[in-house]
């Protein structure tokens, strides 16, 4: 989700619009329906997902009429404080469960979520035929998480897109960026190689397996007059990306013996396993995967893989889109300006990128059919994954209900309806979100969705899917800790220089002397120290 620097009057304005729908807000109710508040966090992904399961929902229940606000506070250290005084009743936004539930601020949803749906909507002017629960749908995980309070259910978990390498498809065809089965370079139309899935046909076919292959990439990138990669100044992304990369290097089960707090991880240089539990979980800031992902920043940085402008104050989300989407335009044009291969961002930028993608295409028919795609993290020798491993952004979005809501049995409905197979499938279509449940798209459903979307499915139908949402209390009980970079890459260097995001320090000319090794000596150290705070009660 979208986190930007604003001023203290814009923060005013917000705190009035939050309230908005309290007294002197209300909408015209002339129209004899019952109305549901729901609140929406606009993010990357929009507002059509709703808008059209919201048009169906009325269809179903004629006697609801769905009143949306939405607005960038529905997050959840703001919503929490003024959840009691606003007309809001059904919510999507971010979620601290446990500080909701903390202050009994959240509805107990276990009938809506554990009913099969055609009984729970079965008053529904549209028949619903749908016998699957919610709960049944729910990853594993996710399901632990949220009935580990008490055993019951207050939220369904939503869904935030993953972080990979996107990648502009007509570039990489243009420039003969794809590899064949004999290892040359070629265009999409070649004999394409099989990708890290090691299955034809698939999103992966003619991509980079090895980081060896992929260093190669962005040397024949240079060469070519190609730009590698360009990202905005939101810190988080790049964060998240190169955690990212660290988990696709480590694999799931590394992830889940971190997880889970529970199993053995063997560390480079060491003949035997290390027994990992919560005690010296923090060991695991040092994992193969970490190494890796500093050597991938290191890389890109110190060999100049990157735009000038990446990272910089002036490139904020909108800018940095744009500044990618533009420049294979620009580069036709201006002099020293040439196309850029990659875009770091979450899976929702090319979503939040539609309108500028629209007004190219007015603008020339080259761009009508443009396509970007989703490609793997390659591996290193060293790499422990098996598989394509992707790590899912935003765990922490949610659908729920406040405790004491004023239309409690409509906004029960509305949920109900939102987690069904149609409205999953209505939010994948449209905005490429893939929500954190059980459900399948069929091919013409699949035929309609851009390029991006299609390649995002079949990578996480294909993967391991990491994230951090488990039943596991230091987690959970610290979650602003492991999702909000703390874990990933913040730390103090012996020397006192404090450490947040390697791609900005490495690229830093007065960090110049910056080494990996000196990183992952900085993690490990800062970790254990962090550990004793948070699991010692010195905090």
Known sequence: MKKRLISIVTVLILAVSLLCGTAGCKKNKDDGKEHIYFGCYEGGWGREWLDQSIAKFEQMYPQYKVDVHYAKSYDSTSLLEKIDMIDQDIFYGGLDLYSYLDQNKLMDITDVV??????????????????????????????????????????????GGFYSLNYDVGLFDQKQFFLDKNGNWCSMSGDLSVGQDGVAGTYDDGLPVTYAEFLKLLDRMKKRNVIPFTWSSINGYSQHFLHACSVAQDGVDAFNTFKHMNGEYTFAGDSEPTKITPANAYLLRNSIGKKDALQFAYDICKKGYYDS???????????????????????????????????????????????????????????????????????????????????MSSPNSSLHIKKDAKQAEGAKKLLAYLNSDEALITCTKTCGNIRFMNYEMSSDDLKVMPYYYQTAWQALKASDICYNLCDNPYIYKNCSYFDEMGWEWSCVTSDGKTLNNPLNQFKDKSMSSLTVSDYMVALLNTGKEDWKKIYSGEN
């Open 309 to 391: 402008q990446a990272g910089g104050a002036s490139m904020d989300y909108l800018t940095a889109q744009d500044t990618y989407l533009m420049s294979m335009e620009n580069a036709k044009t201006q002099k020293n300006v040439y196309p850029i291969a990659f875009f770091i961002d979450g899976g929702h930028w090319h979503n939040e990128a539609k309108v500028s993608m629209d007004m190219m295409a007015e603008m020339s028919d080259e761009y009508k059919n443009r396509k970007f795609g989703v490609m793997p993290f390659p591996w290193f020798e060293d790499a422990l994954a098996t598989k394509s491993t992707y790590f």
């Open 114 to 159: 554990t009913t099969p749906l055609n009984e729970y909507l079965a008053d529904s002017k549209i028949p619903v035929t749908e016998t699957k629960t919610i709960a049944s749908k729910m990853w594993g995980d996710m399901k632990d998480y949220v009935t580990s309070y008490d055993g019951k259910f207050y939220n369904v978990p939503f869904g």
